[in-house]
């Protein structure tokens, strides 16, 4: 399984930005879909995920509630993130990750698979 972030740069504070995830290769069934994000010197952290089946539940770090939307277009194997009203804390690398159970959402202990991650810089 591969996945393909994109649709990261540069914003200033309060602007938006929508990023992509697509998954490829094989044949798989997804249990859920997830960001993280990395920012320097920090920890990788869980940003939002959303259950493959049963409605698509979503799931939010209390730092990106109200802010940030997690969606999915299950024919396409594509998940996004819209942002709104960054601010400069959320300047990171973010990550798109799958897993094949739903299981753990919040920790990166919860997937097995990774996307190469793409910049968000958000300036003032």
């Known amino acids: 399984v591969q996945l393909q972030a994109s649709g990261g740069g540069l914003v200033q504070a309060g602007g938006s930005l929508k990023l992509s995830c697509a998954a490829s290769?094989?044949?798989?069934?997804?249990?859920?879909m997830g960001w993280f994000r990395q920012a320097p010197g920090k920890e990788r952290e869980f940003v939002a995920a959303?259950?493959?089946?049963?409605?698509?539940?979503?799931y939010y770090a209390d730092f990106v509630k109200g802010r940030f939307t997690i969606s999915r277009d299950s024919a396409k194997n594509t998940v996004y993130l819209q942002m709104n009203s960054l601010k400069l804390e959320d300047t990171a690398v973010y990550y798109c990750?799958?897993?094949?159970?739903?299981?753990?959402?919040?920790?990166?202990?919860?997937?097995?698979?990774w996307g190469q991650g793409t910049q968000v810089t958000v300036s003032s």
């Open positions: 990750a799958a897993a094949d159970r739903f299981g753990i959402y919040s920790e990166t202990r919860g997937y097995d698979y």
């Open positions: 290769g094989g044949t798989f069934t997804m249990g859920k």
């Open positions: 959303i259950r493959s089946f049963g409605g698509g539940t979503t």
